[in-house]
Every structure is written in structure tokens, then in C-alpha cells.
Nanobody
Framework: QVQLVESGGGLVQAGGSLRLSCAAS????????MGWFRQAPGKEREFVAA????????HYADFVKGRFTIFRENAKNMVFLQMNSLKPEDTAVYYC?????????????????WGQGTQVTVSS
């Protein structure tokens, strides 16, 4: 079992930055693909970014390309999401998730483990 705990969310003005952290416990995530998803009120959960176990592959949703960066520190059993140039439409609960294989990284149902989420609110 893998337990995931997100942190780093908060309230920020448009144009600002936040760095989300995802700390894993129970098992090393060094051989897991990791993803970030988000869910805004009244909307379905959507893919934000994913990174392969080696960090050799990274993919982003079109709406965050050039603004968000996913990276990982396997030695610390952690994954991060650096969010820059935040917009009010980025307001959502952000979740990190883990899966064994990188394929189908956009599909949330493919992920086996989820954190509880961290709220990000961007004011205009």
C-alpha cells in the first residue's frame, strides 16, 4: 500500500506561484508513475500532469503547459508540482496519484493510490 499526502495549497493572487508537494509512505514510489489531477467545484476531475518513475517522461494538460512543472525526488519519496502564472481558473482541489505503469497516464481510473487533496484558490 502507498499512502499519499499533498501539501502546499493555499490562496494566491492571479499571476502568483505555488509549489505542491506529495509525500509518499508505506512503500517507495521510485518505481511508480505519478500524476497530478484537479477537481473544481461542479466539474469532473481532470488530468494536470504526469511523470514516469525515472522522470524520463513528463506530460502536461494543454491548459498548464509552460506554467506548471512536475518533478520528483525519489530519494525523498516525493513528487512536486510547481505552479507559476496562476489563473483564477486554476482554482481547484489538487490530488496526487500513483500507478504502476506510465501508459494511460491521463486516465484517473488507472491510478491505484490517491491523496486526500489540497485546495488551491487563485483570486483575480
Amino acid at each position: 500500500q502507498v499512502q499519499l499526502v499533498e501539501s502546499g495549497g493555499g490562496l494566491v493572487q492571479a499571476g502568483g506561484s505555488l509549489r505542491l508537494s506529495c509525500a509518499a509512505s508505506g512503500r517507495t514510489i521510485s518505481n511508480y508513475a505519478m500524476g497530478w489531477f484537479r477537481q473544481a467545484p461542479g466539474k469532473e476531475r481532470e488530468f494536470v500532469a504526469a511523470i514516469s518513475w525515472s522522470a524520463g517522461d513528463k506530460h502536461y494538460a494543454d491548459f498548464v503547459k509552460g506554467r506548471f512543472t512536475i518533478f520528483r525526488e525519489n530519494a525523498k519519496n516525493m513528487v512536486f508540482l510547481q505552479m507559476n502564472s496562476l489563473k483564477p481558473e486554476d482554482t481547484a482541489v489538487y490530488y496526487c496519484a500513483a500507478k504502476r505503469y506510465y501508459r494511460d497516464y491521463k486516465r484517473d481510473l488507472e491510478y491505484n493510490y490517491w491523496g486526500q487533496g489540497t485546495q488551491v484558490t487563485v483570486s483575480s
